[in-house]
């Protein structure tokens, strides 16, 4: 099992950024993915969840409006689109497997930096 996160970067408040992740090694449209960050020196922050075909869609209160989670099971791609960002989305942000006991699988992880 492999996820690979790319897109991250280094944007000005306000701004947008387009986060990816790529896998591989597994049956992609049969779990779901989600996005988790995680702050300096901060705990593990859910973000957002995506269902099998994409049907259903969830997410943290606070990038509700922000952000959108989307996948293409074609490419085994999972997106998560951010726009106007703030400087609190600053962080590590993972793409994880999903399991219905929580994440089995975590990527290695793409940096966002929110600042001016």
């Known amino acids: 099992v492999q996820l690979v996160e790319s897109g991250g970067g280094l944007v000005q408040p306000g701004r947008s950024l387009r986060l990816s992740c790529a896998a591989s090694?597994?049956?992609?449209?049969?779990?779901?993915i989600s996005w988790v960050r995680q702050a300096p020196g901060k705990g593990l922050e859910w973000v957002a969840t995506?269902?099998?075909?994409?049907?259903?869609?969830s997410y943290a209160d606070s990038v509700k409006g922000r952000f959108t989670i989307s996948r293409d099971n074609n490419k085994s791609t999972v997106d998560l689109q951010m726009n106007d960002l703030k400087r609190e989305d600053t962080a590590v942000y993972y793409c994880?497997?999903?399991?219905?006991?929580?994440?089995?699988?975590w990527g290695q992880g793409t940096q966002v930096t929110v600042s001016s």
């Open positions: 994880a497997r999903v399991r219905y006991y929580g994440v089995d699988h």
């Open positions: 090694g597994f049956t992609f449209d049969s779990y779901w």
């Open positions: 995506v269902t099998f075909r994409g049907e259903e869609t």
